[in-house]
């Protein structure tokens, strides 16, 4: 059974930075396109950034480009995602995705596996 295990959320002030990092065990993890996402309290789940399993290209939502950056560690089978000047609306619960295929998807239907989420929370 494919496991994602994300970690590294906390509480954080307005202007801190945080290191996510997620997991992946029991799935070829170089073959799959990796991504995270998040959810606010009383809103859908919205994408956030991912990258590709070959040529490792990245993909952000527009409210965190320059300031989230995610890589991944194929030796490892880790996936991170480091926030750097975070904001009150950043606030939500992170979830790592894993997704088999050459693209991303910024639908979350879309990808085949999911961890349990890590909560982070930005005060102002």
């Known amino acids: 059974q494919v496991q994602l295990v994300e970690s590294g959320g906390g509480l954080v002030q307005a202007g801190d930075s945080l290191r996510l990092s997620c997991a992946a065990s029991r799935l070829t993890f170089s073959s799959y396109t990796m991504g995270w996402f998040r959810q606010a309290p009383w809103k859908e789940r919205e994408f956030v950034a991912a990258?590709?399993?070959?040529?490792?290209?990245?993909y952000y939502r527009d409210s965190v480009k320059g300031r989230f950056t995610i890589s991944r560690d194929n030796a490892r089978n880790t996936v991170n995602l480091q926030m750097n000047i975070l904001k009150p609306e950043d606030t939500a619960t992170y979830y790592c995705?894993?997704?088999?295929?050459?693209?991303?998807?910024?639908?979350?239907?879309?990808?085949?596996?999911w961890g349990q989420g890590t909560q982070v929370t930005v005060s102002s």
């Open positions: 995705a894993a997704r088999y295929a050459r693209t991303i998807s910024r639908s979350d239907s879309a990808w085949n596996y």
């Open positions: 990258i590709t399993w070959d040529d490792g290209r990245t």
